[in-house]
């Protein structure tokens, strides 16, 4: 499959290709949600999805996985050297890294701006230094960087149909929803990681503090006050949602079933942690495999439905009709 993918999206250069395979890799082990929502592209936007997946996952690793054997400055050289790698890609000098070389590639292809990334590594660099945030607008401050910028890495891959710059601000609150989401669900974890991504306000709004998260995460002991501010923290991120939600509209329609599973699957994890009781600081809340599947096989139904109308619009100049040409080699 990875073959043919790669064949649709006119990847012919052999160590190109087995760029874009690494990533397809990472993506199925690490990334399942947004994997089964990918598969659900057409197969020639889809080595530019993982190319993307890819380079957060290499990102988010030098962050998360080298935590034990290295400490915070050998982690932003770390990040400095993969940022580096990619300028030097982009300017035409090949990327020592896989994911470099295929998402330079990828950033040629669709035009996607640089700066998104240079905001999403900066976002990462602060995660070896920032550990809490005191209010909402400060936690939405650092997700420019770590989430909305994903969005807008994605947009020009997916195609539109409105204004790209309309579609944007929905692509940008789309990514926020589902980093908000994965807060919540990976709350204890984060927190055995040091970090805390619940507002410092909210939580004290419930009297909640570092200390009583840690304890209840110690003991496995459930806490009304800790189980009132986690509800509290799933209405925002289903507020987020609420605003996103519009964008999926603006989308290609050939895409729209990629991102609406996205949108349904990750709400479902929402879900998953209310019917656990908001016990996310004891126990990873998942989405059941017959939930997945069901979400899944609705999605390829939208699938066929948007292709065979796509056979039968008139005028339609290819897959990317509202987005660069693939062949464009000009990023913005």
Same mark, same amino acid.
């Given at each position: 499959?990875?073959?043919?993918?790669?064949?649709?999206a006119?990847?012919?250069?052999?160590?190109?290709?087995?760029?874009?395979?690494?990533?397809?890799?990472?993506?199925?082990?690490?990334?399942?949600?947004?994997?089964?929502?990918?598969?659900?592209?057409?197969?020639?936007?889809?080595?530019?999805?993982?190319?993307?997946?890819?380079?957060?996952?290499?990102?988010?690793?030098?962050?998360?996985?080298?935590?034990?054997?290295?400490?915070?400055?050998?982690r932003?050289?770390?990040?400095?050297r993969?940022?580096?790698?990619?300028?030097?890609?982009?300017?035409?000098?090949?990327?020592?890294?896989?994911?470099?070389r295929?998402?330079?590639?990828?950033?040629?292809?669709?035009?996607?701006?640089?700066?998104?990334?240079?905001?999403?590594?900066?976002?990462m660099?602060?995660?070896?230094?920032?550990?809490?945030?005191a209010?909402?607008d400060?936690?939405?401050?650092?997700?420019?960087?770590?989430?909305?910028?994903?969005?807008?890495?994605?947009?020009?891959?997916?195609?539109?149909?409105?204004?790209r710059?309309?579609?944007?601000?929905?692509?940008?609150?789309?990514?926020?929803?589902?980093?908000?989401?994965?807060?919540?669900?990976?709350?204890?974890?984060?927190?055995d +990681?040091? @970090?805390?991504?619940?507002? $410092? /306000?909210? #939580?004290?709004?419930?009297?909640?503090? =570092? &200390?009583?998260? !840690?304890?209840?995460?110690?003991?496995?002991?459930?806490?009304?006050?800790?189980?009132?501010?986690?509800?509290?923290?799933?209405?925002?991120?289903?507020?987020?949602?609420?605003?996103?939600?519009?964008?999926?509209?603006?989308l290609?329609p050939?895409?729209?079933?990629?991102?609406?599973?996205?949108?349904?699957?990750?709400?479902?994890?929402?879900?998953?942690?209310?019917?656990?009781?908001?016990?996310?600081?004891?126990?990873?809340?998942?989405?059941?495999? +017959?939930? @997945?599947a069901?979400?899944? $096989? /609705?999605? #390829?139904?939208?699938?066929?439905?948007? =292709? &065979?109308?796509? !056979?039968?619009?008139?005028?339609?100049?290819?897959?990317?009709?509202?987005?660069?040409?693939?062949?464009?080699?000009?990023?913005?």
């Amino acid at each position: 499959m990875t073959g043919r993918e790669l064949d649709a999206a006119g990847i012919e250069d052999p160590r190109l290709r087995a760029a874009y395979a690494y990533c397809r890799r990472l993506n199925a082990r690490h990334g399942r949600t947004y994997f089964l929502a990918t598969r659900l592209l057409t197969p020639d936007r889809r080595p530019a999805v993982h190319a993307l997946y890819g380079f957060a996952r290499r990102a988010d690793d030098i962050v998360d996985s080298l935590a034990g054997d290295a400490g915070p400055a050998r982690r932003a050289r770390a990040l400095d050297r993969l940022g580096a790698d990619l300028g030097r890609a982009l300017a035409g000098e090949g990327g020592a890294e896989p994911v470099v070389r295929a998402l330079a590639d990828t950033v040629r292809r669709y035009a996607i701006a640089p700066r998104h990334f240079a905001d999403f590594l900066a976002a990462m660099r602060s995660d070896l230094t920032v550990t809490s945030y005191a209010t909402y607008d400060e936690l939405r401050g650092y997700m420019h960087g770590s989430a909305a910028v994903i969005g807008l890495q994605m947009l020009p891959v997916l195609g539109t149909v409105a204004p790209r710059e309309e579609a944007a601000r929905h692509a940008a609150e789309l990514g926020v929803a589902f980093q908000l989401t994965n807060f919540l669900r990976d709350v204890g974890e984060d927190l055995d +990681r040091g @970090r805390v991504y619940l507002p $410092a /306000d909210l #939580l004290r709004a419930h009297g909640v503090d =570092r &200390g009583l998260l !840690r304890r209840c995460r110690d003991t496995g002991r459930a806490d009304p006050r800790v189980t009132a501010a986690l509800r509290d923290f799933e209405a925002l991120t289903r507020a987020a949602y609420r605003r996103a939600e519009p964008g999926i509209a603006m989308l290609d329609p050939v895409s729209r079933p990629c991102i609406r599973t996205a949108f349904v699957l990750y709400g479902n994890i929402l879900d998953a942690v209310a019917a656990t009781g908001y016990a996310a600081l004891h126990r990873r809340a998942v989405v059941s495999r +017959r939930r @997945r599947a069901r979400v899944a $096989a /609705d999605g #390829l139904l939208r699938v066929a439905a948007a =292709r &065979g109308a796509a !056979r039968l619009r008139p005028g339609r100049s290819g897959p990317l009709a509202s987005a660069p040409s693939p062949r464009h080699q000009e990023a913005a």
